[in-house]
C-alpha cells in the first residue's frame, strides 16, 4: 500500500486544484436540462455527478479510466483496483506491493462467521453478504478517526485503510457464504501466495482440475469491477457515503441496491429463464421456438433478463468477452448454446416492443451459464459474485470523493401540485 497510498498522495492536491478551478471558472454554466419525463423516469441521462474511475458511452460501454474494457479482460483485479483509483496502471513493484497488502489483511473476524451461521437457512446469499460487510462497520478507521477530529483534507487516508480491509476480506466472505449457505463443508482457508480472484475461486472449493474455472472468475472480476456512478449500487452507496458514514456503510447500502432484480440480480434471473427454455424444449430450441418463448415472456409482464440497459444501445463489451470466453472453453455446454442462440435471436424480438430502447445483452446475459458450466449452479449466490467485483469500483469512488471533499447529496424533489403549476406557467 505504500505505493499506491504514496500516489495517490502525489495525486489528490492537483486533483483538488483542477476541481476548485472548474467550479471557479465556469461554476455557473449549464451542463444538463432535466425534463419532466426525467423527473418521472429515474433521472435518466440527467448529468449530476462526477465520476473518474470509469465512463459508460451509449455507443461503446464500459471504458475504466479511459481504456475500454475489452483491453482490459487479461489484467489481474488488483490492477484494475490501482487503474480505478490512480488513473495508471501499476508497475510490478506497485502491484506486488497491493497484493501483498491484500494479502496481509485478509483475516476475516470470527464474529463474522458467527453472525452469518445465526442467519436462518434460507436467507439470500445477498442479505448474508451484505451484512457480513455491515457487522465489520466496528473496524472502520475512518470512523474512528472522524470520531477524533481528524481534518477534511485527510478524509481520504482512513478511507483508504478502509477499502484495503474491505476489499482483502471479501473473497473469504464471499466464499464463506456460498459454502454456510449451501452447505458446502467447512471453509477453506485461503492461500496466501495466490492473488486475489485466485484464492477466492479456491476458496469457493469447486473443481478447477484445469484452471479455467479460476481464468472465468479472473475474467468475472475485471468486468464487473465498475460502470461509472449513476447505476443504482454506486449511486447509492455514494449518496450513503455523503453523509460522511463510513465505507462498511455506504458499500454495504450499494450492494443492497445490486440486489435487485433490475440491476445485479439480472444475473441469476437470466440464468433462471435459460434453463427454463432448456426444460421446456429438451435442450437447445430451434430460432422459433426461442422466437416464441421470448413473446411468451413479454406477453406475461416480465422482462427478458439480460437484456437492455438503462444507458447502453449497443451490445455490452463485457457481454463480448464473455461470448468470446464460453466461444473458446464451453461450446459443448447446451446451456451456453442457448445463451448463444438467445443472442441471436432475442434482440429481433425486442426490436420490436416499440418502448424498449436496448434489445442488446448487457452484462448479465452470459455469465450465469459460464459459471453454471464450471459447476456453480446455486444461482441466487450470483450476485454475490457481481458485488465481490463491483465492491472495488463503488470503494474506488468512495475513496476519490473523499480526497474531493465532495458535498453531501441533496437533490431537490418536487410536489406534483408543484409540477403542474410549473407547467402551467410554460
Ligand atoms: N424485457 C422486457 N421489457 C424491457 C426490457 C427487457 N429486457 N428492457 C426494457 N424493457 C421495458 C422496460 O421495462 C420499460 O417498460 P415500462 O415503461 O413499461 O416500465 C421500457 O422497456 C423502457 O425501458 P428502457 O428505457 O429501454 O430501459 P430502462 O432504462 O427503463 O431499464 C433495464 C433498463 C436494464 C432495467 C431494463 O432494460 C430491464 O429491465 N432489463 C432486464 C433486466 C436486466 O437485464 N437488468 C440488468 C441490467 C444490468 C445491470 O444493471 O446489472
Not at 427478458?304 to 457481454?319: E, I, K, N, Q, S
Request: hydrophobic share 40%; charged share 20%.
Amino acid at each position: 500500500m505504500a505505493a499506491l497510498k504514496e500516489k495517490l498522495a502525489q495525486l489528490i492536491p492537483g486533483l483538488r486544484e483542477e476541481m476548485g478551478s472548474i467550479i471557479s471558472e465556469h461554476g455557473d454554466k449549464v451542463v444538463s436540462e432535466v425534463t419532466i419525463r426525467q423527473v418521472y423516469g429515474g433521472m435518466r441521462g440527467v448529468r449530476g455527478l462526477i465520476c473518474d474511475t470509469s465512463s459508460v458511452e451509449p455507443d461503446k460501454g464500459l471504458a475504466i479510466r479511459g481504456i475500454p474494457v475489452i483491453q482490459l479482460t487479461d489484467k489481474l483485479p488488483e490492477e484494475i483496483l490501482y487503474l480505478l483509483l490512480t488513473g495508471e496502471m501499476p508497475d510490478q513493484s506497485a502491484l506486488d506491493d497491493l497484493k501483498k497488502e491484500l494479502s496481509d489483511r485478509r483475516q476475516v473476524p470470527d464474529y463474522v462467521w458467527d453472525v452469518l451461521r445465526a442467519m436462518p437457512g434460507d436467507s439470500h446469499p445477498m442479505a448474508m453478504f451484505n451484512t457480513a460487510i455491515l457487522v465489520m462497520q466496528k473496524e472502520s478507521q475512518y470512523a474512528a478517526r472522524y470520531a477524533e477530529g481528524m481534518t477534511k483534507q485527510e478524509y481520504w487516508e482512513p478511507s483508504l485503510e478502509d477499502l484495503l480491509n474491505i476489499i482483502a476480506k471479501l473473497p473469504a466472505i464471499a466464499a464463506g457464504v456460498y459454502r454456510i449457505r449451501f452447505n458446502k463443508g467447512p471453509l477453506i482457508d485461503s492461500d496466501p501466495n495466490l492473488d486475489w480472484g485466485a484464492n477466492y475461486a479456491k476458496m469457493l472449493g469447486l473443481p478447477d482440475p484445469n484452471g479455467l474455472f479460476t481464468k472465468l472468475m479472473q475474467l468475472y472480476l475485471v468486468l464487473h469491477s465498475d460502470h461509472e456512478s449513476g447505476n443504482v449500487s454506486a449511486f447509492s452507496a455514494h449518496t450513503v457515503g455523503s453523509a460522511l458514514s463510513d465505507l462498511y456503510y455506504s458499500l454495504s447500502a450499494g450492494l443492497n441496491g445490486l440486489a435487485g432484480p433490475l440491476h445485479g440480480l439480472a444475473n441469476q434471473e437470466c440464468l433462471r429463464w435459460v434453463l427454463m427454455v432448456k426444460d421446456k424444449f429438451g435442450g437447445v430450441p430451434t430460432d422459433e421456438q426461442l422466437r416464441d418463448f421470448a413473446w411468451e415472456t413479454l406477453n406475461g409482464g416480465q422482462v427478458v433478463p439480460g437484456y437492455g440497459h438503462a444507458v447502453l444501445r449497443v451490445t455490452d463489451p463485457r457481454f463480448d468477452a464473455f461470448l468470446a470466453f464460453g466461444k473458446q472453453y464451453c461450446m459443448d455446454d447446451e446451456v451456453f448454446q442457448i445463451v448463444a442462440k438467445v443472442f441471436d435471436v432475442v434482440p429481433d424480438v425486442l426490436k420490436q416492443v416499440k418502448k424498449i430502447n436496448d434489445p442488446w445483452p448487457n452484462v448479465d446475459a452470459g455469465s450465469g451459464a459460464l459459471l453454471y458450466h464450471y459447476g456453480l449452479t446455486e444461482f441466487p449466490y450470483y450476485t454475490v459474485l457481481f458485488s465481490v467485483s463491483r465492491a472495488l469500483g463503488i470503494c474506488s469512488q468512495n475513496v476519490l470523493s473523499r480526497a474531493l471533499g465532495l458535498a453531501i447529496v441533496r437533490p431537490k424533489s418536487s410536489t406534483t401540485q408543484w409540477l403542474k403549476n410549473k407547467v402551467a406557467t410554460m
